[in-house]
């Protein structure tokens, strides 16, 4: 679902003229500590890729992923000082808290889930693992902060998402928005030379 809000804040701030403005101000930007976030998409890739070929990454996964949000969580306070951070970290940290009440997965409501097709909701009945996903049930905790929203056609992508994950693309939204259009201030405020 991050990618969604990537996409549209990047298509929507092409069609606002903030193309060139966008590449002065990704290319100045700096974040503390900055090469966490391609840290972590490269473990979860690992994560995903090994859950498949071994049963025991499978088995403590929900701990590898609670890992992974915990240091991106860390990431987001450092850097929420810019524009969209803070609701990026407070999706993040709804996504998080969820997981962390339910054993390290996301739970997923079957019937939100009808419109990913019925070999998922298969699988989920049959409780089977999909990625870090679990069925919704009666003793689910937070059961409002899971996967309980769907959307499909005309929505480009079918998918079931949460209330953290709409919270954390508004953020990534404002931000992209943020760095494509506002030319009121720079993000990097260069640095100062000294006449001889």
């Not at 953290?164 to 030319?183: K, P, S």
């Given at each position: 679902?991050?990618?969604?809000?990537?996409?549209?804040?990047?298509?929507?701030?092409?069609?606002?003229?903030?193309?060139?403005?966008?590449?002065?101000?990704?290319?100045?930007?700096?974040?503390?500590s900055?090469?966490?976030?391609?840290?972590?998409?490269?473990?979860?890739?690992?994560?995903?890729?090994?859950q498949e070929?071994?049963?025991?990454?499978?088995?403590?996964?929900?701990?590898?992923?609670a890992?992974?949000?915990?240091?991106?969580?860390?990431?987001?306070w450092?850097?929420?000082?810019?524009?969209?951070?803070?609701?990026?970290?407070?999706?993040?940290?709804?996504?998080?808290?969820?997981?962390?009440?339910?054993?390290?997965?996301?739970?997923?409501?079957?019937?939100?889930?009808?419109?990913?097709?019925?070999?998922?909701?298969?699988?989920?009945?049959?409780?089977?693992?999909?990625?870090?996903?679990?069925?919704?049930?009666?003793?689910?905790?937070?059961?409002?902060?899971?996967?309980?929203?769907?959307?499909?056609?005309?929505?480009?992508?079918?998918?079931v998402?949460?209330?953290?994950?709409?919270?954390?693309?508004?953020?990534?939204?404002?931000?992209?928005?943020?760095?494509?259009?506002?030319?009121?201030?720079?993000?990097?405020?260069?640095?100062?030379?000294?006449?001889?």
């Amino acid at each position: 679902m991050v990618y969604d809000g990537i996409l549209l804040g990047l298509i929507v701030g092409f069609f606002r003229g903030g193309l060139r403005h966008g590449l002065n101000q990704f290319a100045a930007l700096k974040l503390r500590s900055g090469w966490i976030f391609p840290v972590l998409l490269l473990i979860q890739f690992f994560i995903f890729y090994l859950q498949e070929r071994f049963e025991w990454v499978a088995s403590i996964n929900g701990y590898l992923f609670a890992a992974v949000y915990i240091t991106g969580l860390a990431f987001l306070w450092l850097n929420r000082h810019h524009t969209g951070f803070m609701l990026i970290w407070i999706g993040v940290f709804l996504n998080f808290a969820v997981m962390a009440v339910n054993g390290g997965r996301m739970p997923v409501s079957v019937e939100a889930s009808a419109v990913l097709g019925p070999y998922y909701v298969d699988m989920l009945r049959e409780g089977g693992a999909v990625s870090k996903h679990f069925m919704m049930n009666a003793s689910t905790n937070l059961p409002f902060l899971g996967d309980i929203i769907p959307l499909s056609s005309p929505y480009p992508r079918t998918q079931v998402i949460s209330i953290g994950d709409v919270v954390m693309n508004v953020g990534i939204f404002l931000f992209i928005q943020y760095m494509m259009v506002n030319r009121d201030k720079k993000v990097v405020q260069p640095a100062k030379t000294h006449q001889a």
